[in-house]
């Protein structure tokens, strides 16, 4: 078989004693929390003013930690006190368990919306490109209307999107089609799908990460000299990023930059990234202090590939082109070109 694999030994060794040192930190903060959950949802009086406290007490150690880490980019912690609301309430809702799945893919793509919007969107003396749009209103004449939006094509012109495939899928074309309504020639992002997935009968600290180059979708000549894109809702480890990286880097291939977007990622998983990978950038939403055994962020928000694209059967999980088909007539609507794109990656 086909296939790299990259274990856990590997990527704290990209770890400095520093980093260590913080996530002791907040491991000893969260577990504080845990011993508070039992008590707060059996209803003893004050335990949520005590969970309200631990987690004010997280938070700004998390802000202090990754404002002294220039490619952590954290919404929560840099967007204006006005906006922190929004992402706090977006975040709220993709963690309910009583968010069912269509809402969840809502949320979802307001997050990535918002992720954008903190990569590019707001350019400080950047320059603006000119829409001229025809609108349906054709008295007295045919109607036009002029916007101005912000002039980012020489930042979005060379990426390629890189998906890990299942949970990642939705929020790649997300990102896709932000960038093609934001180019002024309607660029199309290149798609590039691999095949990554966890050794689920190991932990947190033994766990290995696969690359499945068989069942991947990949021209590695594409990828050379291009910034890399890759959207995945949650960074627990950072171990599948990392494996594709050294994968491309081993092959010879040469990105020009890498930018990771979740919506939620751990602290250790944005460490990992930054620390191991070169020009790399990790735009995340919301930081999560720890990981459990299993690796699983907490608090997190559970599986999102599950919740986003439903459950697969252990017998017959789905194709890439089967979870398309699955999206329905809507979303192949809403990101016709994404679909196109991802379609002709697999099919050559």
Request: a neutral charge; one cysteine or more; glycine letters at 8%.
């Amino acid at each position: 078989m086909n296939k790299i694999i990259l274990k856990a030994v590997e990527l704290d060794g990209y770890l400095t004693s520093g980093d260590k040192e913080y996530l002791k930190e907040i491991d000893t903060l969260f577990g504080k929390a845990l011993n508070v959950f039992p008590k707060y949802q059996a209803g003893e009086k004050g335990a949520g003013g005590t969970l309200i406290n631990i987690y004010n007490e997280m938070g700004n150690l998390l802000q202090d930690i990754c404002q002294k880490i220039p490619g952590i980019h954290v919404y929560s912690f840099i967007s204006p006190q006005q906006d922190h609301s929004e992402a706090s309430r977006v975040i709220a809702k993709l963690r309910n368990v009583n968010t069912e799945d269509k809402e969840f893919v809502y949320y979802i793509q307001r997050a990535y919306e918002m992720l954008f919007k903190l990569a590019w969107g707001s350019i400080p003396g950047s320059q603006k490109n000119h829409l001229i749009i025809k609108t349906p209103v054709t008295h007295p004449a045919q109607n036009f209307a002029v916007h101005k939006i912000t002039n980012i094509d020489n930042m979005i012109g060379n990426t390629v999107m890189c998906v890990m495939l299942r949970g990642a899928l939705l929020p790649s074309m997300i990102m896709s089609k932000e960038i093609e309504e934001y180019s002024s020639a309607g660029y199309v992002t290149p798609f590039a799908l691999f095949r990554i997935y966890r050794n689920d009968s190991k932990r947190e600290n033994d766990m290995e990460y696969i690359l499945d180059l068989e069942k991947s979708f990949v021209d590695l000549k594409m990828l050379d000299g291009k910034d890399l894109i890759f959207a995945d809702p949650m960074n627990a480890t950072g171990g599948s990023l990392v494996t594709v990286i050294k994968y491309l880097k081993e092959a010879g291939i040469k990105p020009r930059s890498i930018l990771f977007f979740n919506v939620i990622a751990a602290l250790k998983g944005a460490l990992r990234v930054v620390r191991a990978l070169e020009n790399c950038d990790v735009y995340t939403l919301w930081m999560d202090g720890v990981l459990n055994e299993d690796a699983y962020i907490m608090p997190g928000l559970g599986d999102a590939g599950d919740r986003i694209n439903g459950k697969d059967s252990e017998k017959n999980p789905r194709n890439i082109i089967q979870l398309l088909a699955d999206y329905g007539a809507g979303m192949a609507n809403l990101y016709r070109s994404q679909f196109r794109g991802i379609e002709n990656t697999v099919l050559k």
